[in-house]
């Protein structure tokens, strides 16, 4: 089977088919649907692990496929993401979505096993292609520019530290490296800008939930979490990081408080939770970076699970506002299990993935002695509790119901999301599963009594907080005033205003050319007719050009 498979990448499965999708029609196209992320996640685990085969290309050494335990990690989520993303969305109606959708995960695998620096980059501009066009398949032209603007903009980075990091040291080969060139913080900043790293996360927030109800669980799992990979191979320990990610968090935090749209919501949430990976890539320990990889993996399994109970909800109620929803757990009780199994996992409720993940994350940052980091992401991580555990099933799920439920969710939506379910308390529960991924979390102390204890006390404090800012947390109707209203909303009110003025200047000096225009020709037309009949000039006249000159004279002397 090594043998057999070997030279072969889960990207080209899912690539080709995502391409030949739009050949095929009813059966056939649902088969290969799922088909093709079923075998690129069984391609994941039959790839031996290894340095992978060098190419040379214009005399570089490409390594396209570099099949470490990194990749597997994220090779499997990637899989899972794509199996279930696939699952739930067979009923899905739009061809060039489901056809985008492959290339799009296609292009996440591929950079996952990518082992240069230049099949990193083609990867990741796939990566933006399918993402965009993934929007764009739900009709959305405006949101679907937006979002592809800014991954231009992280492309263009990407690829001048890139090229400067070849000119520099002469190869692609993907190393640790620090951010002390222009050329690497050049490709830091490319790296981030699709992490969704502050001030420029507005984008993950503004352009997810404008795909489909299916389209956004394939957006929640592949763009940023592939940031978070190469970070992991390339800044591993970057003193930024911590800072950068710790902000993250807190963004993520503040404003999925304060939404009332479930999937923006959800959007900011990402944020916040890809800020704990990338403190922990900021860290740099092997605990820390294997910490970093299962939390983007349990990431993916609970938000994934998430933005499928809200797409169910989206299309059963044609409504996502938590202002309009309510009693939902009486008319879609299994939708309403799937968001709370994912939400108290996003929250690290003990038995859940998150758990796991989250207290290997804090184990690494006690190891690294970062007191201050660990006492921000425990109170962050009980305050998504607010959000994720409270806020959005209370609202949402329970009270008196507001929307009414025409469509039910698909058998596959359902299956989809149970098989998620298990995916997320399987591990929880025996977190030995998720060890044999990651050796180097088998010292971190997870179902003890104490550690279980001192979370559930967190989550009861949370709760209390819940209590007590219950007016500040009510859902409202209204916009959220975010750091892209600097390029989105800014230009609209300066640009008009600018213009009026310009007018207005340009009227003005138009007044005041004529009048000096005027002054000169009847100055130039007496000059020419005193001096045609040879006429006297005036003594005042005289006497003012002759101080005038007298005047240059004098100032032309003194320089």
Same mark, same amino acid.
């Given at each position: 089977?090594?043998?057999?498979?070997?030279?072969?990448?889960?990207?080209?499965?899912?690539?080709?088919?995502?391409?030949?999708? *739009?050949?095929?029609?009813?059966?056939?196209?649902?088969?290969?649907?799922?088909?093709?992320?079923?075998?690129?996640?069984?391609?994941?685990?039959?790839?031996?692990?290894?340095?992978?085969?060098?190419?040379?290309?214009?005399?570089?050494?490409?390594?396209?496929?570099?099949?470490?335990?990194?990749?597997?990690?994220?090779?499997?989520?990637?899989?899972?993401?794509?199996?279930?993303?696939?699952?739930?969305?067979?009923?899905?109606?739009?061809?060039?979505?489901?056809?985008?959708?492959?290339?799009?995960?296609?292009?996440?695998?591929?950079?996952?096993?990518?082992?240069?620096?230049?099949?990193?980059?083609?990867?990741?501009?796939?990566?933006?292609?399918?993402?965009?066009?993934?929007?764009?398949?739900?009709?959305?032209?405006?949101?679907?520019?937006?979002?592809?603007?800014?991954?231009?903009?992280?492309?263009?980075?990407?690829?001048?530290?890139? +090229?400067?990091?070849?000119?520099?040291?002469?190869?692609?080969?993907?190393?640790?490296?620090?951010?002390?060139?222009?050329?690497?913080?050049?490709?830091?900043?490319?790296?981030?800008?699709?992490?969704?790293?502050?001030?420029?996360?507005?984008?993950?927030?503004?352009?997810?939930?404008?795909?489909?109800? +299916?389209?956004?669980?394939?957006?929640?799992?592949?763009?940023?979490?592939?940031?978070?990979?190469?970070?992991?191979?390339?800044?591993?320990?970057?003193?930024?990081?911590?800072?950068?990610?710790?902000?993250?968090?807190?963004? #993520?935090?503040i404003y999925a408080l304060l939404e009332n749209d479930i999937r923006k919501l959800l959007s900011y949430s990402i944020v916040g939770q890809v800020g704990f990976m990338v403190v922990a890539v900021g860290v740099g320990t092997p605990l820390a970076l294997a910490a970093?990889?299962?939390?983007?993996?349990?990431?993916?399994?609970?938000?994934?699970?998430?933005?499928?109970?809200?797409?169910?909800?989206?299309?059963?109620? #044609?409504?996502?506002?938590?202002?309009?929803?309510?009693?939902?757990?009486?008319?879609?009780?299994?939708?309403?299990?799937?968001?709370?199994?994912?939400?108290? %996992?996003?929250?690290?409720?003990?038995?859940?993935?998150?758990?796991? %993940?989250?207290?290997?994350?804090?184990?690494?940052?006690?190891?690294?002695?970062?007191?201050?980091?660990?006492?921000?992401?425990?109170?962050? %991580?009980?305050?998504?509790?607010?959000?994720?555990?409270?806020?959005?099933?209370?609202?949402?799920?329970?009270?008196?119901?507001?929307?009414?439920?025409?469509?039910?969710?698909?058998? %596959?939506?359902?299956?989809?999301? #149970?098989?998620?379910?298990?995916?997320?308390?399987?591990?929880?529960?025996? *977190?030995?599963?998720?060890?044999?991924?990651?050796?180097?979390?088998?010292?971190?102390?997870?179902?003890?009594?104490?550690?279980?204890?001192?979370?559930?006390?967190?989550?009861?404090?949370?709760?209390?907080?819940?209590?007590?800012?219950?007016?500040?947390?009510? *859902?409202?109707?209204?916009?959220?005033?975010?750091?892209?209203?600097?390029?989105?909303?800014?230009?609209?009110?300066?640009?008009?205003?600018?213009? +009026?003025?310009?007018?207005?200047?340009?009227?003005?000096?138009?007044?005041?050319?004529?009048?000096?225009?005027?002054?000169?020709?009847?100055?130039?037309?007496?000059?020419?007719?005193?001096?045609?009949?040879?006429?006297?000039?005036?003594?005042?006249?005289?006497?003012?050009?002759?101080?005038?000159?007298?005047?240059?004279?004098?100032?032309?002397?003194?320089?």
């Amino acid at each position: 089977m090594t043998e057999t498979f070997g030279p072969l990448s889960p990207a080209v499965i899912l690539i080709v088919a995502g391409l030949l999708l *739009p050949l095929l029609k009813g059966g056939l196209r649902n088969g290969l649907f799922l088909a093709a992320p079923v075998a690129a996640l069984a391609l994941v685990w039959a790839l031996p692990l290894g340095p992978g085969i060098a190419i040379d290309w214009l005399g570089m050494q490409l390594v396209p496929l570099a099949p470490d335990r990194m990749a597997r990690i994220f090779g499997t989520a990637f899989g899972i993401a794509a199996v279930t993303g696939a699952l739930y969305g067979i009923s899905q109606s739009s061809g060039l979505e489901k056809a985008t959708a492959l290339i799009y995960a296609g292009a996440a695998q591929g950079i996952a096993f990518a082992g240069d620096l230049v099949t990193l980059f083609v990867f990741w501009e796939i990566l933006a292609i399918g993402s965009t066009l993934v929007i764009w398949s739900n009709g959305n032209a405006r949101a679907g520019l937006r979002y592809a603007l800014i991954h231009v903009l992280g492309g263009v980075l990407l690829l001048a530290g890139i +090229s400067a990091e070849i000119a520099g040291a002469g190869g692609v080969a993907m190393h640790p490296m620090r951010a002390d060139s222009i050329g690497r913080w050049l490709m830091l900043s490319g790296i981030l800008l699709n992490a969704g790293a502050f001030p420029l996360s507005a984008w993950v927030a503004d352009a997810y939930p404008k795909a489909s109800w +299916s389209g956004a669980v394939f957006l929640s799992a592949f763009t940023t979490k592939a940031a978070v990979l190469v970070l992991i191979r390339l800044f591993p320990g970057e003193p930024a990081l911590l800072w950068i990610g710790l902000a993250m968090a807190v963004y #993520g935090l503040i404003y999925a408080l304060l939404e009332n749209d479930i999937r923006k919501l959800l959007s900011y949430s990402i944020v916040g939770q890809v800020g704990f990976m990338v403190v922990a890539v900021g860290v740099g320990t092997p605990l820390a970076l294997a910490a970093a990889a299962l939390h983007a993996l349990a990431h993916i399994l609970y938000k994934s699970l998430l933005m499928m109970a809200a797409g169910s909800i989206l299309r059963a109620t #044609g409504e996502t506002r938590l202002s309009a929803l309510g009693g939902l757990a009486r008319s879609m009780p299994f939708t309403a299990v799937a968001m709370l199994i994912g939400g108290l %996992s996003l929250a690290a409720l003990p038995l859940t993935a998150g758990f796991v %993940s989250k207290s290997a994350i804090l184990a690494a940052l006690a190891e690294d002695q970062a007191r201050f980091y660990w006492f921000a992401l425990s109170a962050v %991580s009980a305050g998504s509790f607010l959000y994720i555990g409270l806020k959005l099933p209370w609202f949402a799920l329970f009270g008196a119901p507001r929307a009414t439920v025409a469509l039910e969710p698909a058998t %596959s939506m359902k299956a989809a999301m #149970g098989l998620l379910c298990v995916l997320i308390l399987g591990p929880g529960c025996f *977190p030995g599963w998720l060890m044999e991924l990651a050796p180097e979390i088998a010292g971190v102390p997870i179902l003890t009594i104490d550690h279980i204890l001192f979370q559930i006390l967190m989550l009861i404090a949370a709760s209390c907080i819940f209590v007590g800012a219950w007016p500040l947390l009510q *859902p409202k109707a209204g916009f959220t005033l975010d750091v892209d209203w600097l390029w989105r909303e800014l230009p609209r009110l300066v640009v008009p205003r600018w213009r +009026s003025n310009l007018d207005k200047l340009r009227l003005s000096l138009s007044a005041v050319g004529e009048g000096l225009s005027q002054g000169w020709s009847a100055f130039r037309e007496e000059t020419l007719r005193r001096l045609t009949l040879a006429g006297n000039w005036p003594t005042g006249q005289i006497a003012f050009w002759a101080t005038a000159l007298l005047a240059i004279y004098v100032l032309i002397a003194a320089l």
